[in-house]
Each structure stands twice: as C-alpha cells, then as structure tokens.
C-alpha cells in the first residue's frame, strides 16, 4: 500500500513563478523524501527530510514537514522549463527500507 | 544518469511469452529494490534484495514472477507468461544499507508493453 499520498493537481506555471506541491502521508515515519521522474524515465531524488526536521532548503527546493498533520511540501522557487516533471513524494517504510510513493504531481513549466 | 542500467528499455511482447528483465546497480550497492509504475501512478514495491537475498515480496509478484540476484550484483526479474495487466514501466533501484543515506538510486526502467 501507498503511504504517501500527494494532491493530485496538474500544475501548469510560467516559467519564473512558483510551484508548491503537498503530499500526506499515513503512518509514523523516518523521513520522507520526493523525488523528481520526467517523461518516461527513471526517479531522481530531489531532497530528503528527516522526522525530526521542519523545513529544509536546497537550492531552488523548499520542503516542509508536519509531522503532527502528516503531511509535507515542496516548493519550486523560479521555476524553469526544464523543471517540467511528475514530482513524488515517499516515505520509508521501517525494516525493508522500501519506499512508499504517492501518485505524484504533473508540473508544467511553459517558457 | 545515476550510475543505474537498466536492459532494454523497451521490451513488446505478446500475451503469453516470457520475458526477462536486467538490472545493473551502483557496484557497492549492497541493496536492490524493484518496483513496478503503471500509468499516472508511483511506484510500488515489487521485491527486494540485500546482496543475493531475497528477503521480502510484494503481493503484487505473483507466481508468474521471479526475480534473482546471483552474485550480489547484477538481478533479474522474469514474467512468465505474461499477461495484459503486466504492461508497465519496472524500475530498479539500489542503495548502500549501512551509510546515513536513505536515497535510492533509480535505474531508467524498463517500459513493458504486452500485446
């Protein structure tokens, strides 16, 4: 079963402008991390966030955390066109490791 | 590209056949994780390996699937007779269990169309 579980939005910006994606989540976890898979092909990890953090930066990348709401998101400050992707959240599921996406968010930077 | 392969990246076959699968990971990876992605949706967890072990297996893999990893390094997964329901994409990934990294590695994947 899927933990993570993001608003399933298609978000369709102009290039420069934000995007802020959320994701929830079900269960106690370890950290949560999104990923980032364009058209078609593998998952790049973007960033992670551990239990006990809040917020965290990385560069153009903010995520947020509330654990007591479960729930976490990522924004995209001045957005590129190359930042067109579906976005996922995961949580790790304790003893396998493994992790447990939610359905992602459509981005779509038009230039 | 991060240092995961996955051959081929395509694979059409028709209802019935057999097909084979091969992932490469990161050469220190001790951990292999395979995970199936269907259309509009993310991942799921399939099956996964610590070195040649395996150790644990989704409900989703059902007897029509099976997966190896013989040396540790390289795994396979095979669909026997495949069927309609299995077209999807099938991703692997790896991670070195023992550093304070919980990142997975993901291959391009493998798109599965069953005809």
């Known amino acids: 079963s899927q933990q993570g579980e993001e608003d399933p939005q298609a978000l369709s910006i102009q290039e420069g402008e934000n995007a802020t994606m959320n994701c929830s989540y079900k269960t106690s976890i370890n950290n949560l991390q999104w990923y980032r898979q364009n058209s078609g092909r593998g998952l790049v990890h973007l960033i992670l966030?551990?239990?006990?953090?809040r917020e965290k930066h990385s560069g153009r990348l903010r995520v947020t955390l509330d654990t007591s709401k479960k729930s976490s998101s990522l924004l995209i400050t001045a957005s590129r066109a190359a930042d067109t992707a579906s976005y996922f959240c995961?949580?790790?599921?304790?003893?396998?490791?493994?992790?447990?996406f939610g359905k992602g968010n459509q981005v779509v930077v038009i230039p | 590209d991060t240092g995961v392969s996955q051959n081929p990246r395509h694979k059409i076959t028709k209802r019935g056949q057999n097909v084979t699968f091969r992932c490469d990971p990161i050469s220190e990876h001790n951990r292999l994780y395979w995970y199936r992605q269907t259309l509009g949706q993310g991942p799921e967890f399939l099956t996964y390996f610590q070195n040649e072990a395996q150790l644990e297996k989704s409900r989703l893999l059902s007897d029509r699937f099976s997966a190896e990893r013989p040396k540790g390094s390289f795994s396979t997964l095979e669909i026997q007779r495949t069927e309609q329901g299995d077209s999807a994409m099938y991703l692997c990934a790896s991670i070195n269990l023992g550093t304070e990294s919980y990142e997975q590695y993901f291959g391009p994947g493998t798109r599965l169309t069953v005809t």
């Open positions: 966030i551990r239990s006990n953090e």
């Open positions: 995961a949580t790790l599921v304790y003893g396998n490791n493994r992790l447990a």
